[in-house]
């Protein structure tokens, strides 16, 4: 006969087995014998308990990557990549030839200056007009200095996003844009330095800092317009002159 304290320890030694049963091989009971369940297990049961957390769970799974085509088209999002990469035709070697015939600084661009104004000989201009206002409104706003901004600028009388952006590159040493005037907005298009044809230059602008490195928008101004002045003419440009006779897609249309 087994006395009441034998008794008792053989009933604690069976619940002891019947419990590491249950844990699987192992397992260790947990801080008030709390059976310890699988990290899975208790995610499942938290998705089926809280059906908006399963939800959020579905969502996430879905999301695409920035380049990738709404229908999962094949080939689509490496169409969208190498959009991304476009670039004109020969653009390298055209402005190489450019900055060529530009080699002497001699064009208009490259001595003709504000200096010039007072000229009593040279033909009213508004642009003397409105260099006068923009003196006084520097002086009382600017203690005589300029802005140091595009937008600032521009509120000047008579100072447009292209004279903006000289001014920054010129008095600040900050390459804000690309300064784009009636010759560059020409021969851009000409060159089919745009992906399209370009209706003003500002939206030339635009295009052509889509594609053209940044470290040339400080230079191309200058290059460009002293090649209008020079070989690019506005009308009857002297192609027969230029280098870019072979590659410029204007001097071989009809």
Not at 216 to 222: A, D, K, R, S, V
């Amino acid at each position: 006969m087994c006395s009441p304290r034998d008794s008792g320890l053989s009933m604690a030694a069976v619940r002891m087995m019947t419990r590491s049963r249950s844990w699987g091989p192992g397992a260790a009971p947990r801080r008030g014998g709390e059976e310890a369940a699988p990290l899975q297990r208790r995610e499942a049961a938290a998705g089926k308990k809280n059906p908006s957390l399963a939800k959020r769970q579905r969502k996430t799974q879905k999301l695409k990557v920035a380049y990738e085509a709404p229908g999962h088209e094949k080939g689509e999002s490496h169409k969208a990549l190498e959009a991304l990469g476009w670039e004109p035709q020969d653009w390298r070697q055209q402005l190489e030839n450019i900055r060529t015939m530009r080699s002497g600084k001699d064009a208009p661009v490259d001595w003709l200056g504000v200096e010039h104004c007072h000229d009593p000989s040279a033909p009213p201009k508004s642009k003397v007009k409105y260099i006068k206002q923009t003196s006084a409104i520097l002086q009382q706003r600017y203690g005589g200095d300029i802005p140091a901004s595009v937008a600032e600028l521009v509120a000047l009388p008579g100072v447009g996003p292209k004279m903006a952006h000289l001014a920054m590159a010129v008095a600040w040493g900050t390459v804000s844009g690309i300064a784009v005037d009636t010759h560059v907005h020409r021969i851009a298009n000409r060159l089919r330095w745009t992906r399209t044809t370009t209706t003003s230059p500002e939206k030339t602008r635009a295009a052509l800092e889509e594609w053209l490195p940044r470290e040339l928008w400080g230079e191309i101004n200058g290059l460009l317009v002293g090649f209008g002045q020079q070989t690019c003419l506005p009308v009857r440009p002297r192609c027969g002159a230029c280098l870019n006779r072979s590659l410029c897609p204007a001097a071989q249309s009809p």
